[in-house]
């Protein structure tokens, strides 16, 4: 009973990662897309899809962990919430060609937090298994870590001047430091 449920709390927490990280790269990728501003409707649906699978599996999450040390479901409910955060950016920038300077760091973030949030996938698929996987989240945080980073950089540099609001450039990268900090959190307790 009890390998059971902890299956099917692992089983919904792979499902989990999985939405989130469709979330995020359509999220993200809503910031590279021309056609942004005149299809806003059809990407926003898009994300609202995601995210009721997202508020669905959280639940299910909630149900079956309850009393379980396993996983924490409001870090879980914080990772949704923080990635959710990183889609306010595109309602704050009026004007959406800013999103072309950054166009190559918001590709490499968008990529090193899928790799990140696939790894993950793959350590609760291992746990799901009783097998205890090599760790090489190190890795992935300090890829994630120099991703961010780099677009710290060019907001210093670039964002500051060319954006009319270039504060809400700054709510982005705490939004991104606040991620990257919960993910090594929940990967340090599996480690």
Same mark, same amino acid.
């Given at each position: 009973?009890?390998?059971?449920? %902890?299956?099917?709390? /692992?089983? =919904?927490?792979?499902?989990?990662? @999985?939405? !989130?990280?469709? *979330?995020?790269?359509? +999220?993200?990728?809503?910031?590279?897309?021309?056609?942004?501003?005149?299809?806003?409707?059809?990407?926003?649906?898009?994300?609202?899809?995601?995210?009721?699978?997202?508020?669905?599996?959280?639940?299910?999450? %909630?149900?079956?962990? /309850?009393? =379980?040390?396993?996983?924490?479901? @409001?870090? !879980?409910?914080? *990772?949704?919430?923080? +990635?959710?955060?990183?889609?306010?950016?595109?309602?704050?920038?009026?004007?959406?060609?800013?999103?072309?300077?950054?166009?190559?760091?918001?590709?490499?973030?968008?990529?090193?937090?899928?790799?990140?949030?696939?790894?993950?996938?793959?350590?609760?698929?291992?746990?799901?298994? @009783?097998?205890?996987?090599? *760790?090489?989240?190190?890795?992935?945080?300090?890829?994630?870590?120099?991703?961010?980073?780099?677009?710290?950089?060019?907001?210093?540099?670039?964002?500051?001047?060319?954006?009319?609001?270039?504060?809400?450039?700054?709510?982005?990268?705490?939004?991104?430091?606040?991620?990257?900090?919960?993910?090594?959190?929940?990967?340090?307790?599996?480690?």
């Amino acid at each position: 009973m009890f390998f059971s449920k %902890r299956n099917k709390l /692992l089983k =919904s927490c792979v499902h989990y990662f @999985n939405t !989130l990280d469709q *979330l995020q790269i359509v +999220i993200l990728k809503c910031y590279l897309r021309r056609d942004y501003k005149i299809n806003q409707t059809i990407y926003n649906q898009h994300i609202h899809k995601i995210r009721l699978k997202i508020l669905k599996t959280i639940q299910k999450i %909630r149900c079956l962990g /309850l009393h =379980s040390a396993l996983i924490d479901i @409001n870090q !879980l409910t914080n *990772l949704y919430e923080i +990635i959710f955060s990183l889609d306010t950016l595109k309602s704050r920038v009026k004007d959406h060609t800013t999103f072309e300077v950054c166009e190559n760091e918001i590709k490499h973030i968008t990529e090193s937090l899928s790799h990140l949030l696939q790894y993950i996938v793959f350590i609760l698929n291992k746990k799901r298994k @009783n097998q205890h996987p090599h *760790l090489k989240m190190d890795a992935l945080i300090t890829d994630f870590a120099y991703k961010t980073q780099a677009f710290e950089e060019l907001y210093r540099s670039t964002l500051q001047v060319v954006s009319a609001h270039p504060i809400v450039f700054l709510f982005f990268e705490r939004d991104l430091k606040a991620l990257r900090h919960e993910l090594e959190s929940f990967l340090l307790r599996f480690s």
